[in-house]
């Protein structure tokens, strides 16, 4: 299993009732569903993505992520996921809303553009970053909105949005002491778990 979805399945009780979107090929979700007896959905766009999801026998819904959460019911799981997708959804803001308007807690990762190699790179060349982390060019990166720990911890206190646990990690998913110490310049990827 990846990295980061290493980490969050720690942060999922057994039992739940867990929606993940964009859950790619159901990795998370097949592995919850095994080992935590978890009940869970999948949303994904993605054509050969709903088809590794049905193969694995993972529940998931053809759902495009920008329409909204209106085919689910306020509270209806106690857990939303939301794993390296929030920045590439036209509006990250609803999306957020709508996601702890349907679960009691959220778990969200998304990439740092500020980290300092994002900087270095643009400062010494002049162009948007590509990198091991960043592969995309500026033209055919589905990343639509970059942003960085900062400005999501923003976000959640104009929206009063309570952040409960907040992991800082570099790119192979390592918490580090020197991270913590400074985040929005040296953590790469953040995972935040938060409530309203």
Same mark, same amino acid.
């Given at each position: 299993?990846?990295?980061?979805?290493?980490?969050?399945?720690?942060?999922?009780?057994?039992?739940?009732?867990?929606?993940?979107?964009?859950?790619?090929?159901?990795?998370?979700?097949?592995?919850?569903?095994?080992? =935590?007896?978890?009940?869970?959905?999948? @949303?994904?766009?993605?054509?050969?993505?709903?088809?590794?999801?049905?193969?694995?026998? *993972?529940?998931?819904?053809?759902?495009? @992520?920008?329409?909204? @959460?209106?085919?689910?019911?306020?509270?209806?799981?106690?857990?939303?996921?939301?794993?390296?997708?929030?920045?590439?959804?036209?509006?990250?803001?609803? #999306?957020?809303?709508?996601?702890?308007? #349907?679960?009691?807690?959220?778990? *969200?990762? %998304?990439?740092?553009?500020?980290?300092?190699?994002?900087?270095?790179?643009?400062?010494? =060349?002049?162009?948007?970053?590509?990198? =091991? %982390?960043?592969?995309?060019?500026?033209?055919?990166?589905?990343?639509?909105?970059?942003?960085? %720990?900062?400005?999501?911890?923003?976000?959640?206190?104009? =929206?009063?949005?309570?952040?409960?646990?907040?992991?800082?990690?570099?790119?192979?998913?390592?918490?580090?002491?020197? @991270?913590?110490?400074?985040?929005?310049?040296?953590?790469?990827?953040?995972?935040?778990?938060?409530?309203?």
């Amino acid at each position: 299993m990846r990295a980061d979805l290493e980490i969050i399945q720690d942060w999922i009780e057994p039992g739940s009732r867990v929606l993940d979107l964009g859950c790619g090929s159901g990795e998370l979700l097949q592995f919850l569903t095994e080992q =935590k007896k978890v009940l869970g959905y999948g @949303l994904e766009i993605n054509p050969q993505d709903i088809q590794s999801c049905i193969d694995a026998g *993972v529940n998931v819904i053809e759902q495009d @992520l920008d329409q909204g @959460l209106t085919n689910f019911n306020d509270n209806s799981f106690d857990v939303v996921v939301m794993t390296q997708a929030l920045q590439a959804v036209h509006r990250p803001d609803l #999306v957020l809303d709508e996601m702890l308007r #349907v679960g009691r807690e959220v778990i *969200v990762t %998304f990439p740092n553009f500020g980290h300092w190699r994002a900087r270095f790179y643009l400062a010494l =060349k002049g162009e948007m970053p590509v990198s =091991k %982390f960043l592969p995309y060019t500026w033209y055919d990166t589905p990343n639509i909105h970059f942003c960085t %720990f900062k400005d999501f911890e923003a976000l959640c206190w104009q =929206k009063q949005i309570h952040i409960t646990e907040r992991m800082v990690v570099d790119s192979r998913h390592r918490d580090r002491w020197l @991270l913590q110490w400074w985040p929005n310049m040296l953590g790469e990827i953040a995972i935040y778990r938060v409530t309203r």
